[in-house]
């Protein structure tokens, strides 16, 4: 069984472990043995069990502590199994995994993208690190369905999974360069359902004023680096594919339209075709 850590339980880090509950491998393939997050055990498992877009949880979950000393829980408990939840501040370093026999830790706190800090959770005693976003010098960009037979164990320590953008737009190209159509040039739009980075009314926003509106009632034009990380998921399109986002007033659900100049001439009608 994979023992894994999580470092960040917010949004992405909540919505990676529910994905490992529904489909069913919690406590058969995968051990989650703890969480690292600064919110309290019982208000994780509120979060965990409520979800205001994806729906209740199935399965039971609760906190509790695990030595009636301590003042809050410390221990989340879903359908009996136990997961350590930790409250370190100090950084992947800092954290307990060679103690707890990690195997893979979920970089999700959005922090710590660059190697150079991923490596702090491989230094605490993990063996792999995957980071739940963009990364920085990482050792590979996975995406799934796309490139992840290019993954070697012995070599790939930290990977990163890019973004959702581009887990969204990159099985799309793959598809026209495997099916012969090839890619001169393209842009990506992306429709963005709004995100927690966002503002829930006006305030500032120093790099980008626009993005400071209130996301419930706006949409609002960003930049994306989506289409770049795609080249570094499939080498043969670098650096011809660009991209921009409009963030609408949607709690969830996103799209991405790709326009693009194939290298061989065809028709919609084919390019469905391969697409199905």
């Known amino acids: 069984m994979v023992k894994i850590g999580i470092n960040g339980f ?3 880090g909540r919505l990676v472990f529910r994905a490992i509950c529904d489909q069913g491998l919690l406590g058969k393939e995968i051990e989650v043995v703890a969480v690292n997050d600064l919110v309290p055990a019982d208000n994780l498992a509120y979060l965990v069990k409520y979800d205001s877009t994806q729906g209740k949880a199935k399965e ?3 906190s509790k502590k695990s030595s009636p000393d301590l003042a809050a829980d410390d221990i989340l408990v879903v359908d009996g199994h136990e997961i350590k939840c930790l409250a370190v501040r100090a950084g992947p370093s800092a954290l307990p995994w060679k103690e707890l026999g990690v195997d893979i830790v979920i970089e999700s706190t959005g922090l ?3 190697r150079s800090k991923a490596q702090g ?3 605490a005693g993990a063996k792999k690190v995957i980071i739940s976003a963009p990364g920085k010098d990482e050792d590979i960009t996975i995406v799934m369905g796309v490139n992840h037979e290019k993954y070697d164990a012995a070599n790939h320590h930290v990977v990163s999974n890019a973004s959702c953008t581009t887990n969204c737009l990159a099985p799309v ?3 026209l ?3 012969g159509f090839g890619v001169a040039e393209g842009l990506m739009t992306t429709i963005h359902s709004y995100t927690a980075t966002q503002k829930t009314v006006d305030g500032p926003s ?7 509106r209130s996301a419930a009632i706006n949409i609002i034009p960003s930049g994306t680096g989506a289409a770049k990380a795609v080249g570094l998921a499939i080498p043969e399109v670098k650096g011809k594919l660009t991209g921009m986002s409009f963030r ?3 709690p969830t659900v996103s799209v991405v339209d790709l326009t693009v100049k194939t290298e061989k001439e065809t028709s919609y009608k084919e390019i469905s075709a391969a697409m199905k």
């Open 10 to 12: 917010g949004r992405i």
């Open 60 to 62: 039971e979950v609760s």
């Open 112 to 114: 710590f993208t660059e």
């Open 121 to 123: 959770h491989i230094d």
């Open 173 to 175: 190209v793959h598809v």
């Open 177 to 179: 360069l495997k099916e």
């Open 206 to 212: 120093a790099k980008d004023w626009k993005g400071g």
């Open 248 to 250: 609408v007033p949607t």
